[in-house]
């Protein structure tokens, strides 16, 4: 067995500490002052409990602040030191949208996680062709990145991590738009499924710009489907800046600001999954019926949290369409 193939299933973490932290520096300024692609997190302390004894906050000195117009507060600063994770048991979080290529949550977002919010031990699945390109595999294992299968997802959760992943996957990132914010949810609702099995909370975060870093076009989008579907590769048709384009390659995106927000559980951003877990019968033979439920809750809850923020971090032709949530296989494809 190759190592890679231990490591992409691992709970534990890859690489030293130092090292993520001098990648991560790296990564932030080629991505902000190379690329012009800038990024923030809105919320996520609730994703830590701080103990009785610990130390108040203190910002680090390498964990600079942006400013966004409509911003809701700075970014948020490192772990306390004694802080412990809000969900011990381990959570699935569902993180949207994907983007043609998410550049934010890859280059800014799974390096914070790892260096900033350690307690939570989160983990990203990401698709399994990944792993197999030198360089880029090394850094999704370095910042948590784990394939994404259900085996997988399962030992991660078993583990006590919280586990992100995009509910719409590859097939996300055939029918992404950029002139409207699009959700696609797979038609097993795999994720959901896990949740209620494994008695842990559902997780919501959303990233406001991670859409717009490139225009999506809908050349070929059938070919790229059957591809996705045969091959598991999702090909995007993008362009970026200066209407550059090279088919499905990201070339020179589109400057700006993504905004990953996550709600608390008081404003529905955590799902307890308590009341779908005793429904449960011991066969299993009612957990679609009961994901199905969970999955409308998701749907609602998501809506309500787009709602609050929209205005502030997205621009205001996109905003004023609102937010459609495609379940595949049931919901039909969003038209222009």
């Not at 992409?8 to 500490?17: I, L, M, N, T, V």
């Not at 591809?227 to 400057?255: K, M, N, Q």
Request: proline share 7%.
């Amino acid at each position: 067995m190759r190592w890679t193939d231990a490591c992409k299933r691992s709970p534990d973490d890859f690489g030293p500490d130092a090292v993520a932290r001098a990648v991560r520096s790296a990564t932030r300024f080629v991505m902000r002052r190379l690329v012009g692609i800038d990024w923030r997190v809105v919320g996520d302390e609730h994703f830590y409990e701080k103990s009785t004894t610990t130390a108040k906050k203190k910002k680090k000195k390498h964990d600079t602040t942006t400013t966004t117009k409509g911003a809701a507060g700075p970014s948020s600063v490192a772990d306390p030191p004694a802080a412990t994770s809000a969900f011990p048991r381990g959570a699935v979080g569902l993180v949207s949208p994907h983007g043609a290529y998410p550049l934010g949550a890859m280059f800014h977002g799974i390096p914070h996680f790892r260096c900033e919010r350690p307690a939570l031990r989160l983990r990203v699945g990401a698709a399994s062709v990944l792993f197999y390109v030198p360089v880029v595999r090394e850094y999704l294992l370095l910042f948590g990145a784990r394939e994404v299968t259900r085996a997988t997802i399962e030992t991660l959760v078993d583990a006590g991590c919280c586990v992100a992943c995009n509910p719409g996957g590859i097939v996300e990132m055939v029918h992404q738009r950029s002139d409207m914010e699009v959700v696609f949810v797979m038609p097993n609702l795999g994720l959901f499924k896990c949740a209620i099995r494994k008695r842990v909370p559902v997780v919501l975060m959303y990233g406001f710009g991670e859409a717009q870093t490139f225009t999506c076009h809908r050349r070929f989008e059938a070919a790229r489907a059957k591809l996705a579907a045969l091959a598991r590769v999702g090909l995007p048709w993008i362009s970026g800046r200066f209407g550059l384009s090279l088919g499905p390659v990201p070339v020179v995106p589109h400057p700006g600001t993504i905004v990953h927000v996550a709600a608390s559980a008081g404003d529905g951003g955590v799902i307890p999954v308590d009341t779908w877990c005793d429904r449960l019968l011991e066969d299993e033979s009612n957990l679609h019926e009961l994901a199905v439920s969970l999955f409308e809750v998701y749907k609602t809850n998501l809506t309500a949290l787009f709602d609050r923020h929209k205005d502030a971090f997205l621009p205001p032709e996109v905003a004023k369409k609102g937010l459609t949530v495609v379940w595949l296989g049931h919901d039909p494809l969003p038209r222009d």
